[in-house]
C-alpha cells in the first residue's frame, strides 16, 4: 500500500498544530500508519518539521499570491491576507515556535522572501501615507506573525471562534499601524 505523503504532513501538521510535543508514534497512529513507515518517509522529527517547513513556506506562499499585495490600499491588502493565512495559520504558528528553523547556516532561504514580501506591503502603506512610519516594515511584518500566531492558538483552544480570527488580527495590527491624523 502507498503512504500518501501529502496526507501524513497534513495530519502530522494538524496534530502538531494542536500538540506540539507529540511524539512520532502519535503522528503515525493519527496518519493511520505505523511508526515504521512514518520513519521510512521521515528520519526523525527534525526530518518531519523540515518536511512540514516546506509546506508551510508553500502554503505562505499561495496566500501572499492570492492576497494580491500590490493592488488596492495597503490596509485592503492585510485584511485579504490575513483571510488567505487563516487556513494553515496553525502550521504557521507551530512553525513559528519551532526555533531550529530560523538558527543557523541551514535557514530556508524561503522564509526570507515571505519576511521581503510582507515587508514591502508595510513599506508601501508608509509610503502611500497609510501606515505610521515609526514603525519600521520588519516590526509590522514580525507583529503581525505574532498576531497570526496568537489567533491560531486562541481559536485552537476552543477560547475564541474561527470565524472571528480575521477580525481580530487585523483590527488589532491595523489599530495600532495605521496612521491617524493629527488634531
Known amino acids: 500500500m502507498a503512504v500518501d505523503r501529502d496526507h501524513v504532513l497534513r495530519t502530522a501538521a494538524a496534530l502538531l498544530t494542536r500538540k506540539s510535543t507529540a511524539t512520532m508514534d502519535e503522528v503515525a497512529k493519527a496518519a493511520g500508519i505505523s511508526r515504521a513507515t512514518l520513519h521510512r518517509h521521515f528520519a526523525g522529527r527534525d526530518a518531519l518539521v523540515r518536511a512540514l517547513e516546506s509546506l508551510g513556506i508553500a502554503e505562505c506562499e499561495a496566500a501572499l499570491d492570492a492576497a494580491r499585495l500590490d493592488e488596492g490600499p495597503a ?13 494553515v495559520a496553525g502550521l504557521l504558528a507551530f512553525l513559528y515556535s519551532e526555533n531550529q528553523l530560523f538558527e543557523g547556516e541551514e535557514q530556508n532561504a524561503g522564509w526570507a522572501l515571505i519576511d521581503d514580501r510582507i515587508s514591502a506591503l508595510f513599506r508601501r502603506g508608509q509610503l502611500g501615507g497609510e501606515f505610521r512610519i515609526d514603525l519600521t516594515p520588519a516590526w509590522l511584518t514580525e507583529a503581525l506573525y505574532g498576531l497570526l500566531a496568537s489567533g491560531a492558538w486562541l481559536v485552537q483552544s476552543g477560547k475564541g471562534a474561527p470565524k472571528d480570527f480575521p477580525h481580530m488580527v487585523v483590527e488589532l495590527l491595523l489599530g495600532g499601524a495605521l496612521r491617524r491624523e493629527e488634531s
Open 75 to 87: 490596509s485592503d491588502a492585510v485584511r485579504r491576507l490575513v483571510a488567505a493565512v487563516e487556513p
